[in-house]
């Protein structure tokens, strides 16, 4: 699975995700539910009301993006916790993800975001709404316009791999 990392402010982040819902038809879905509630879904930059004195600071965040393009409404799995109770998982491998950390001494976001490419769902990916659900093409097609999100947004960090690697804008 390629990540592509990432550094951004709460207003370069803010402006990333407003990048993201304006140039992508999507939801944005938490990962994991809390214990014993429903997943939240956002429509919406300001439904996501992420800021660094938030949960991203004190514990992270992961969401996943599903694009109305590129994949059916995904399901959610059902997950028993051994202290009783449950909590919802989203799953697909055409979803995003994206995992999100806060830093305690500054108010630096640190992020990445990770998806399955085509050969590695189909030789891998296990769960609900498989590789036959995806379509690759319009998935391609997010990521181009995920990195152009990332970069136009400050200045990404690191990349996991050179061959996902977003160029840096020029001014």
């Given at each position: ?25 999507c ?32 514990h ?7 694009c109305?393009s ?15 109770g ?11 993800n ?10 630096t976001?640190?992020?990445?975001i ?13 769960g ?22 990332i ?20 001014s």
């Amino acid at each position: 699975m390629p990540w592509i990392e990432f550094e951004k402010s709460e207003n370069e982040l803010e402006e990333m995700f407003t990048q993201i819902f304006e140039s992508l038809e999507c939801v944005i879905f938490e990962a994991y539910s809390i214990p014993n509630f429903e997943i939240e879904e956002f429509d919406s930059v300001e439904s996501l009301n992420i800021n660094a004195g938030s949960l991203i600071k004190s514990h992270g965040t992961q969401l996943s993006i599903w694009c109305f393009s590129v994949m059916p409404r995904p399901r959610f799995r059902n997950i028993e916790l051994r202290e009783g109770g449950s909590r919802q998982a989203v799953d697909g491998c055409g979803l995003f993800n994206i995992l999100l950390e806060g830093s305690s001494e500054s108010s630096t976001i640190f992020g990445k975001i990770g998806y399955f490419t085509e050969s590695a769902a189909k030789n891998k990916y296990t769960g609900l709404n498989g590789p036959e659900l995806v379509n690759w093409e319009n998935h391609k097609q997010a990521v181009k316009l995920l990195k152009k999100a990332i970069v136009q947004t400050g200045q990404p960090a690191n990349k996991s791999s050179k061959k996902d690697a977003p160029k840096r804008a020029s001014s």
